[in-house]
């Protein structure tokens, strides 16, 4: 009997530890499977995200251009020429200060302008609207031959003719011509640029075409303003 009850307590007791054993087995599973999930999906959130990001550098709309930006370029080169070629005639000429100022305010602004739009195209390897005697230079569309506004594709463009008529102009006549010639010739400038900013696809001439409109439409203000015009 004394036996009996020993074997009896003895396999309780075995049957206990296995219990306790495969508890334990469990819960050391449980953890182990709960601390891998966690980190394989900390992974997962990593590498998507890594994924998602914008790597350094790559701006949307800067590192690829179409035929509008090449046009923008082709076709503001010579239109800033143009205005910095009417600019450059104000120190001579002009009696306004106020003239001269903004005359000089132009001259600062587009030349950098032309520098800048001339690298563009030599990396994309477009043509870059050589300059002729005038410093305005020629492409497809242009026409310096007419009277008025000339035939070029470009809004605002002054004909040679109109160019010889300021040249010979000096003092209040010479101001009321350059006042009345560069609010056209501006207003054709915000009229590219906008088109620019519709169509275009490279960032830095879109960034160019706002800044165009926005220095350019003040300008226009403030030279109807001189004019006495709303």
Same mark, same amino acid.
């Given at each position: 009997?004394?036996?009996r009850r ?15 054993? &495969?508890?334990? +087995?469990?819960? %050391?599973?449980?953890?182990d ?5 966690h ?11 890594s994924?998602? @990001?914008?790597?350094? =550098?790559?701006?949307? =709309?800067q590192?690829g ?6 046009t923008?370029?082709?076709?503001? $080169? ?10 450059? &005639?104000?120190p001579?000429?002009?009696?306004s200060?106020?003239?001269k100022?903004?005359?000089?305010? $132009?001259r ?7 520098? +800048?739009?001339?690298?563009? &195209?030599?990396?994309?390897g477009? +043509?870059v609207?050589e ?9 497809? =569309? #242009?026409?310096?031959?007419?009277? %008025? ?10 004909s040679?003719?109109? #160019? =010889?008529?300021l /040249?010979k102009l ?8 350059f006042?009345r010639? #560069? *609010? ?6 915000v009229?590219m640029a906008?088109? /620019? ?11 160019? @075409?706002k800044s *165009? ?6 300008? $226009?203000?403030?030279m ?7």
């Amino acid at each position: 009997m004394a036996i009996r009850r020993s074997l009896l307590r003895r396999t309780a007791a075995l049957a206990a530890a296995a219990t306790a054993a &495969l508890v334990l +087995t469990a819960c %050391g599973g449980d953890s182990d499977s709960g601390s891998s999930g966690h980190s394989e999906h900390g992974k997962g959130a990593t590498a998507d995200a890594s994924a998602s @990001a914008p790597s350094a =550098g790559h701006s949307a =709309g800067q590192d690829g251009h179409n035929a509008q930006d090449v046009t923008f370029a082709q076709q503001m $080169i010579p239109h800033h020429r143009q205005a910095v070629a009417m600019a450059d &005639l104000a120190p001579t000429r002009a009696r306004s200060q106020q003239v001269k100022d903004l005359a000089a305010s $132009i001259r600062k602004a587009q030349d950098p302008e032309i520098d +800048t739009m001339t690298g563009w &195209l030599r990396a994309w390897g477009a +043509t870059v609207p050589e300059a002729d005697a005038s410093g305005m230079g020629d492409m497809p =569309g #242009m026409d310096h031959s007419g009277s %008025g506004h000339s035939g070029s594709s470009m809004p605002g463009m002054m004909s040679d003719s109109d #160019m =010889g008529e300021l /040249e010979k102009l000096s003092g209040a006549a010479f101001d009321q011509a350059f006042l009345r010639m #560069m *609010i056209g010739h501006h207003q054709g400038a915000v009229d590219m640029a906008r088109t /620019e900013q519709a169509k275009g696809v490279y960032g830095p001439a879109t960034t160019l @075409a706002k800044s *165009i409109i926005t220095s350019q439409s003040a300008e $226009i203000a403030g030279m109807r303003k001189s004019l006495g015009e709303r």
